[in-house]
C-alpha cells in the first residue's frame, strides 16, 4: 500500500488503490478511443467495396457519433437510478455487440446501424468514467486521476491505429481477403472484441460509487468505499457526502434550467468547453488521417504508419499533461493548448490553401480535387499536424473531461454532465460529417474554420471558463 498525504497533512489515501480504481473505470475511455478510431483503418476500403460517395462514407464515419450523443444524454439518469457500474457493463455489452455487427456489416446501412449501437457504449463510457473517477478519488489527485481517461482515450486510438495497421500489412491492404476468408477491414472492427470484454469483466470487479451508496441508503457500503482509499477523514467525507444528498434531489433536466436561454450559466460552460474540443477538429486527425495523407501523396502503409506516429505522440504529451494538471491548474492548460492549437492549425491551412490542386477520379465515378504538397510542402504539414495533436493532447483532451468530471455540484452532476458529454458527440458528429464535403471544396478551407474556432476557444477559457484545482466535489457551486 502506498500511503500519501495531502498538503498541509489533512488527507491521507492510498495512492494505488485510487489509481487501480481510476485506470479499470477509464478502460471505458480506452474502448471509446479505439471505437471511434478503428474506422480509420477500414474507411478506404469500406467506401470502395460498398461504392459509397464523400457524403455517405462521411455519414458512416460519423454514425457512431448519433449513439455517443443519445448514450452520453442517457447514461447520466441511468446511473443515478441502476448505478455507476451497472451502466459500464451496459456499455460493455454494446461494445461487444457493435463489433461482431460491424465486422459483419453487407452494406452501408447495417454497417451504420452497429456504429450506432457502439456509439452508445462510447457515449455510456463518455459520461460515466470521469463521474466515477471524480466521486472515488482524493481531492488532492483528482485532477490527475480524471485525466487517466484521456490517457486511456488515445491508448485506445493508439491501439486501434495500431492493430489497423498491423493488419492491413499482413493482408496486403485493408480491402484484401485475410483470415477465414474476410476482408481485413472486418478483422479491425473484431480485434475490438478483447477490450470491450475486458471493460466488462473489469467493471464487475469495481466497488459502486459512494455518492450512489449513500443516496440509496447503503451507508456501511459507502464507509467500505471510502476507506479502502482514504487513510484518514473517511467519517468527516462521508458526513459531507451525507450532508449534501440529504439536501440534494435526485439529478434531473429540470435542474439545469436557468437564466441564460434556458440553462444554468455553469451547464453552458461545460457545453461550450465540449463544442470547443470538438469544433478544433481534433478528431478529423484521428477518423480520416490515413485518408488524408494518401490523397497527399502518402502511400496505403506510410499513411497508416504516420497515424501511429501520431497516436504515440497523443499519449506522450497526454501523460505530461497528468504530471501537470494538478499543479499549473485547468485554465493554464487550456489557454496555452489553444494558442499552440491556434498556430499549428493556422500553418496546416495556409499549406493546403496555397498548395497546387489536381483533379482525380474516385471509385464512385466523381472528381477529387486533390492538393499536392510539393517540396517542404508536406513536411510542414506534417508538423504541423503533430504539433497540433501535441497543443491538443496536453490540454483540451484530458482538461475538458476533468472539468466535466468535477465543475457542477452534486445537484446537478450527472445531468449535467451528460447534457455536455451530449453536446460533444453532436460537435464531433457535425466536424466529422461535413469534413469530406470541406475537403472536396478545399482542405485550406476546412483548416481555416478549424484554426478560427481555436483562437475563439482561448478567448471562451479566458472570459467563462472557472478554476477547480483543489476544491472537494461538496464545495462546487
Request: aromatic fraction near 10%.
Amino acid at each position: 500500500m502506498s500511503a500519501t498525504r495531502a498538503p498541509g497533512g489533512a488527507e491521507q489515501y492510498d495512492t494505488r488503490r485510487a489509481v487501480l480504481l481510476a485506470t479499470a473505470a477509464a478502460l471505458g475511455g480506452f474502448l471509446f478511443g479505439f471505437d471511434t478510431a478503428v474506422i480509420n483503418g477500414a474507411v478506404g476500403a469500406i467506401r470502395e467495396q460498398f461504392q459509397m460517395g464523400a457524403g455517405l462514407t462521411g455519414f458512416a464515419v460519423s454514425s457512431a457519433l448519433l449513439g455517443c450523443a443519445a448514450g452520453a444524454w442517457l447514461a447520466g439518469r441511468l446511473a443515478d437510478r441502476q448505478g455507476r457500474v451497472r451502466v459500464m457493463l451496459l456499455a460493455s455489452a454494446l461494445f461487444t455487440v457493435s463489433a461482431v455487427g460491424s465486422a459483419l456489416a453487407q452494406g452501408p446501412w447495417d454497417l451504420v446501424l452497429w456504429r450506432v449501437v457502439g456509439g452508445l457504449g462510447v457515449g455510456a463510457a463518455s459520461v460515466i468514467a470521469p463521474a466515477y473517477i471524480a466521486e472515488v478519488s482524493p481531492a488532492t489527485i483528482r485532477g490527475r486521476l480524471g485525466s487517466l481517461q484521456q490517457l486511456a482515450i488515445v491508448t485506445g486510438i493508439f491501439v486501434a491505429l495500431l492493430s489497423d495497421y498491423v493488419i492491413a500489412a499482413a493482408a496486403g491492404g485493408a480491402a484484401e481477403v485475410s483470415w477465414w476468408g474476410l476482408e481485413a477491414w472486418r478483422w479491425m472492427f473484431l480485434a475490438e472484441l478483447v477490450p470491450a470484454v475486458t471493460y466488462g469483466v473489469l467493471a464487475s470487479r469495481l466497488p459502486e460509487s459512494p455518492r450512489y451508496l449513500v443516496a440509496r441508503g447503503r451507508e456501511d457500503e459507502a464507509r467500505a468505499v471510502l476507506g479502502s482509499v482514504l487513510l484518514t477523514g473517511v467519517d468527516e467525507r462521508l458526513r459531507e457526502i451525507a450532508r449534501t444528498v440529504a439536501t440534494e434531489s435526485r439529478s434531473r433536466l429540470s435542474d439545469l434550467r436557468g437564466p441564460a436561454l434556458g440553462l444554468l450559466p455553469i451547464v453552458w460552460v461545460g457545453v461550450g468547453l465540449s463544442l470547443f474540443q470538438q469544433f478544433v477538429g481534433i478528431n478529423v486527425i484521428f477518423y480520416y488521417s490515413s485518408t488524408l495523407w494518401q490523397q497527399v501523396g502518402f502511400s496505403e502503409d506510410d499513411a497508416l504508419l504516420q497515424t501511429v506516429i501520431t497516436s504515440v505522440t497523443n499519449i506522450v504529451v497526454t501523460i505530461v499533461a497528468i504530471a501537470l494538471i494538478d499543479k499549473v491548474g485547468r485554465r493554464r492548460l487550456l489557454l496555452v493548448g489553444s494558442a499552440g492549437m491556434f498556430a499549428s492549425l493556422a500553418a496546416l491551412a495556409v499549406v493546403f490553401a496555397t498548395a497546387p490542386v489536381t483533379e482525380t477520379l474516385a471509385e464512385d465515378g466523381s472528381l477529387e480535387r486533390v492538393p499536392v504538397l510539393e517540396g517542404a510542402a508536406g513536411p510542414v504539414a506534417l508538423v504541423a499536424a503533430n504539433l497540433f495533436v501535441v497543443f491538443f493532447g496536453m490540454s483540451w483532451g484530458p482538461a475538458v473531461w476533468v472539468l466535466l468530471g468535477e465543475m457542477f455540484n452534486n445537484r446537478i452532476r450527472a445531468a449535467a454532465l451528460g447534457v455536455a458529454a451530449a453536446a460533444q458527440w453532436a460537435g464531433n458528429f457535425l466536424i466529422s460529417t461535413t469534413f469530406p464535403g470541406l475537403a472536396d471544396l478545399s482542405l485550406g478551407l476546412a483548416y481555416g474554420v478549424y484554426t478560427t474556432f481555436a483562437l475563439l476557444s482561448f478567448f471562451f477559457v479566458m472570459r467563462f471558463v472557472p478554476e477547480t484545482r483543489g476544491k472537494e466535489l461538496e464545495d462546487m457551486t
